[in-house]
């Protein structure tokens, strides 16, 4: 039987009850990302970066995200373990700690088609989409997205601010108009 999204949730689910759920959840995303044919056919046809839920709750939150081909997302955090699964394209991570008055590097891991991330809720990091195709993963969360008090601090200046997912979205806009601009025009070289 096809893989659908009501599957991926379900065994989401599941893996959440378990312990350690963090541990629960990355078994599964790596079932799933194992057979990236299988979940790109189950999420459709990609055809701008953002996020997408399939699921929310309490407890669990999970997204499609597809990361616009050049973008950048700022440093964050969750305040929640996330775990993320890619099957196409490249996601490259830089990761921080809290230092006086902002943050310090702490390193940074590039994911692949196949590769799972487990980040632990106090994780801070950072993301950029280096290729001129889509990066797409499931991203699943130890509690609800989209509310939960968080934060993202300035790319310049390491400034903390309380996260506005707006300002995400707003990114999301940006790069999308941009890599409509670039892909439709410069694609072509014609001799
Ligand atoms: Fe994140």
Redesign the pocket.
Known sequence: MALTVDDIVERCRTAIGEHPPALAVRDVVEEIVRAPGALAAAIGPISEGGIRPLHRSDDLTVLHIAWTPGMR?NP???GMF?V?GMYGGQEDNSYYRRADGGLATAGGRSLVAGDVLV?GEDAI?A?ANPLREYAVAL?VYGGDFFDTERSEWDEETFTERPRDIEGTMRRFADANARWAAESGSGADTTP
């Open positions: 997302l964050h955090n969750h996330a993320v980040l990091h993301v991203h």
